[in-house]
């Protein structure tokens, strides 16, 4: 998993966040994957992408899901640099013979119309070009209820991480079945 504060699970115990349900909801229903969230609070595509040649190198996964984008949004990165890293975050994991799963994420309209819609686009568009399967938003059915989110009114609360999960599910569940055995970790070093 490589993600932001939404997959870091900021403001919840460990086992509350979505990331530790998906281990959770493998190990019941018999899936063999071991899941290493290498998801950072705050993370951009710059720097996961600084990260990412050593995360495959230590953790050599069979399966990499991409959930990040929200912060360079926020921060106003140009589109073609948003689409440019995220096409980069999809194809080191793939040459090091992981598939990818690509989140894809909305920012608040107050960038105005024109950015936050090529925004929203940039993910379908990289999921295309790339051909890797896409969660068109993953906080669908959260972004517009307070109940779902802490009091910075950002992060999602302990309440809405199983309803991540389920948005995640439908299109990772497939593709744990064409998923190579895990790889055991090489040893930090």
């Not at 870091?8 to 460990?14: C, K, N, T």
């Not at 493998?26 to 899936?31: A, D, F, I, K």
């Not at 990040?68 to 013979?97: M, S, T």
């Not at 894809?104 to 790339?130: C, D, H, L, S, W």
Request: no cysteine.
């Amino acid at each position: 998993m490589l993600g932001d504060s939404l997959s870091a699970g900021y403001g919840l115990r460990p086992e509350q966040g979505w990331v530790a349900l998906l281990q959770r909801r493998l190990r019941e229903q018999g899936y063999p994957h071991r899941v290493v969230n290498a998801s950072v609070s705050g993370e951009t595509t710059v720097g996961a992408l600084a990260r990412l040649p050593r995360t495959l190198q230590v953790h050599r996964p069979a399966l990499v899901i991409v959930e990040l984008g929200g912060n360079d949004g926020l921060r106003g990165l140009p589109i073609e640099q948003l689409r440019g890293n995220l096409e980069k975050l999809v194809e080191l994991p793939r040459q090091a013979g992981a598939q990818v799963l690509l989140a894809g994420m909305r920012i608040p309209t107050n960038y105005g119309p024109q950015y936050t819609e090529r925004f929203f686009a940039t993910f379908g568009e990289v999921a295309r070009r790339k051909r890797v399967p896409l969660v068109p938003f993953f906080l669908e059915r959260l972004h517009f209820d307070d109940r779902h989110f802490q009091a910075d009114g950002i992060h999602p609360n302990a309440a809405a991480q199983p309803i991540m999960l389920d948005n995640v599910w439908p299109v990772l569940k497939p593709m744990l079945a064409g998923a190579r055995a895990p790889a055991k970790a090489a040893a930090a070093r």
